[in-house]
């Protein structure tokens, strides 16, 4: 195997993780033997039960902090603050592992005693030495932190070393120390905030970590180095309290790993929240049974019926002034996306859109993207927002949130996904009524052709003054039709097809064209307007079409009426229709798509002659 491939996180990571497993695997054989000393016999051991919850606790939190960090810089070797993190690991694994020794039911010599003392001082004084340069040099490197480094390794190490070997050598005064230590680390991350200010995403790091230390130190802090320091019983076990540290750990390795980093800020401010809500309950329960003298029950009531009526609102308050979040108004929202989808043009609508971005967001710079954008999602830490083309705009990039204050959270994501889905269903309700009007325009415009253009036509071909003018009347009703287009009502069949005939066979008479009229229909039958305008297009274009295109000498127009369908047939006896005339002028095209628009059939036949077939539904058909 090549040298290069012992190099590898994989391996890096199997050593520490091996010693790590071999000093777990002894602490749990050794706090297993029996008060009779060491045994091979497994049915000699004590239970797991038996050790207690404390021994166990210890060993976990020893086991999966040195794990983890050694994981962390198994992936980041050369980075100061991974290297600072897995000493830290070991550290904890040296006091955690430590203080298992005195809940050993065999017993020990005094040398072992004091060995198990050595070590548990010199990991929970070191871990406090090593957390405090990790946090001097992470997120951001404090100013100074070279000399900070070094004070504090000198001087809480000899304060350690004097506590160990000095003359009045006391292995409890390590919890003063370890106590001044994470006074340390709380001043190292309040710093850090503070240092970060200005970058979103390093005090979204910073804001998480000092949570974590908040609740990992703090608990440890407040449940056993504060009553050891200040002469007062431990309010938890020492190696229960030990959980605590694991916290630090998962929000270490969740901030050097940089997960999710826009997310941190949120969850930091989450965790302290419930952190306190936890804290002010317990409290005013200790409050109300030690100075009141309430029962315990009742004081419990009270002090978390006290909790949800003031803590809970000025949780909220001081989420939305910490975090800078407001919700915009739902009902301004939709009113500004409607504002823009109705916008005239498509440039007003893109202009409008990358405003009320602007607003909602704050950011300090928006942008075109050229690549195709699926959904919205966030890159680069928190600190850019990528959006989907939608009212007429390319997709968008939108960076540093709030002018640079803060960064994009999962929230912002649901929130933007939530506007540009509410600007898409806007923007197909605004197409669907755009194409209404061009549809509407369209059958305006068929109308005016089929029947406006032949009624015109009919009009300049006829001698008679009066009949004109008649003819111009008609015309003139036939406009108002067509723009009111008076759905749903309906004429009786036999007058409409009275006023056909009538005006066919004036048409066809002042160019010597014969008329046949034929109709199969039911007295009293009625037509609805709309199949009224159709079958007279109908006709009107095909005699239309004779009398310019055939020269017949003879129309036969037949009208069959049965319970489902009206057919209709206009023959000629004219030298026929070559069969690319129904692709040339709107005519024949508009006829063919009139008809198909009510369900139903067209066809030319040109041979001889040239014969129009047509069929439409009586009854309206339902859309598929």
């Known amino acids: 195997m090549r040298v290069?491939?012992?190099?590898?996180?994989?391996?890096?990571?199997a050593v520490p993780a091996l010693l790590v497993v071999a000093v777990t695997g002894m602490m749990t054989l050794a706090v297993l033997q029996p008060a009779s000393g060491p045994t091979d016999i497994v049915g000699n051991w004590r239970s797991p039960l038996e050790v207690g919850a404390g021994a166990w606790v210890s060993l976990l939190v020893g086991f999966g902090a040195c794990l983890v960090s050694a994981w962390v810089w198994a992936l980041k070797p050369a980075d100061p603050a991974a290297i600072l993190f897995a000493v830290s690991g070991l550290t904890t694994l040296?006091?955690?592992?430590?203080?298992?020794?005195?809940?050993?039911?065999?017993?020990?010599?005094?040398?072992?005693?004091?060995?198990?003392?050595?070590?548990?001082?010199?990991?929970?004084?070191?871990?406090?030495?090593?957390?405090?340069?990790?946090?001097?040099?992470?997120?951001?490197?404090?100013?100074?932190?070279?000399?900070?480094?070094?004070?504090?390794v000198l001087g809480f190490g000899a304060v350690t070393y004097w506590v160990m070997f000095g003359p009045a050598a006391d292995f409890m005064l390590v919890?003063?120390?370890?106590?001044?230590?994470?006074?340390?680390?709380?001043?190292?991350?309040?710093?850090?905030?503070?240092?970060?200010?200005?970058?979103?995403?390093?005090?979204?790091?910073?804001?998480?970590?000092?949570?974590?230390?908040?609740?990992g130190a703090g608990g440890f802090i407040s449940t056993v180095a504060f009553p050891?320091?200040?002469?007062?019983?431990?309010?938890?076990?020492?190696?229960?309290?030990?959980?605590?540290?694991?916290?630090?750990?998962v929000a270490l390795?969740?901030?050097?790993?940089?997960?999710?980093?826009?997310?941190?800020?949120?969850?930091?401010?989450?965790?302290?929240?419930?952190?306190?809500?936890?804290?002010?309950?317990?409290?005013?329960?200790?409050?109300?049974?030690?100075?009141?003298?309430f029962e315990p029950g009742a004081a419990f009531s009270v002090a978390l019926l006290a909790a949800a009526a003031v803590y809970l609102p000025m949780r909220s308050f001081a989420w939305r002034k910490l975090t800078g979040q407001a919700r915009p108004d739902e009902a301004e929202l939709f009113r500004a996306v409607i504002d823009i989808a109705l916008r005239p043009s498509g440039e007003e609508r893109a202009g409008q859109w990358r405003r009320l971005m602007r607003d909602i967001f704050g950011p300090l710079e928006v942008k075109p993207v050229e690549a195709a954008v699926a959904r919205v999602r966030v890159e680069d830490e928190g600190t850019l927002m990528v959006l989907p083309g939608v009212a007429d705009s390319p997709p968008l990039s939108l960076r540093y949130k709030n002018g640079g204050r803060g960064l994009y959270s999962p929230k912002d994501v649901t929130l933007a996904a939530q506007i540009v889905k509410l600007m898409r269903y806007a923007e197909e309700n605004r197409n669907a009524y755009d194409r209404g009007v061009s549809e509407e325009r369209a059958r305006i415009a068929r109308?005016?052709?089929?029947?406006?253009?032949?009624?015109?036509?009919?009009?300049?071909?006829?001698?008679?003054?009066?009949?004109?003018?008649?003819?111009?009347?008609?015309?003139?009703t036939?406009?108002?039709?067509?723009?009111?287009?008076?759905?749903?009502?309906?004429?009786?069949?036999?007058?409409?097809?009275?006023?056909?005939?009538?005006?066919?066979?004036?048409?066809?008479?002042?160019?010597?064209?014969?008329?046949?009229?034929?109709?199969?229909?039911?007295?009293?039958?009625?037509?609805?307007?709309?199949?009224?305008?159709?079958?007279?297009?109908?006709?009107?274009?095909?005699?239309?079409?004779?009398?310019?295109?055939?020269?017949?000498?003879?129309?036969?127009?037949?009208i069959r009426l049965g319970n489902d369908w009206l057919e209709l047939k206009v023959a000629d006896d004219g030298k026929g229709l070559p069969a690319q005339k129904a692709s040339l002028g709107n005519g024949l095209g508009n006829m063919k798509i009139r008809v198909e628009s009510f369900g139903g059939e067209m066809a030319l036949e040109s041979g001889a002659g040239t014969s129009l077939l047509a069929r439409i539904p009586v009854f309206e058909m339902a859309a598929e």
């Open 447 to 476: 109308d005016i052709h089929d029947n406006i253009g032949a009624q015109l036509l009919r009009a300049l071909h006829s001698r008679e003054t009066g009949r004109k003018d008649a003819m111009i009347r008609e015309t003139l």
């Open 228 to 249: 050891h320091t200040f002469g007062f019983a431990p309010l938890l076990d020492e190696n229960i309290a030990f959980g605590f540290f694991l916290l630090i750990y």
């Open 94 to 152: 040296m006091f955690s592992a430590a203080a298992v020794v005195w809940l050993f039911a065999m017993p020990l010599s005094e040398a072992g005693y004091l060995l198990a003392g050595i070590i548990n001082c010199i990991g929970a004084s070191g871990f406090g030495i090593v957390m405090m340069c990790l946090f001097m040099i992470y997120p951001v490197k404090l100013p100074g932190w070279r000399w900070m480094m070094v004070a504090t």
């Open 4 to 13: 290069q491939d012992m190099n590898t996180p994989l391996v890096r990571f």
């Open 175 to 215: 919890h003063p120390i370890t106590f001044w230590e994470m006074v340390g680390i709380f001043v190292l991350v309040g710093w850090q905030i503070f240092a970060t200010r200005d970058d979103p995403v390093q005090r979204s790091i910073a804001l998480w970590l000092g949570a974590a230390v908040v609740l």
């Open 478 to 558: 036939d406009i108002r039709d067509v723009i009111n287009n008076a759905q749903g009502s309906e004429a009786p069949m036999e007058d409409v097809l009275a006023d056909l005939r009538a005006e066919t066979a004036d048409r066809l008479e002042p160019h010597g064209i014969a008329l046949g009229w034929t109709l199969h229909a039911a007295s009293g039958a009625l037509l609805s307007r709309q199949k009224v305008h159709a079958l007279r297009a109908l006709i009107r274009e095909a005699v239309s079409n004779a009398i310019k295109h055939a020269g017949a000498r003879r129309v036969e127009v037949t």
């Open 253 to 293: 390795t969740v901030g050097l790993m940089r997960f999710r980093v826009f997310g941190l800020g949120g969850w930091a401010f989450q965790l302290m929240f419930h952190f306190l809500a936890a804290l002010t309950v317990l409290v005013l329960d200790l409050v109300l049974i030690g100075i009141l003298s």
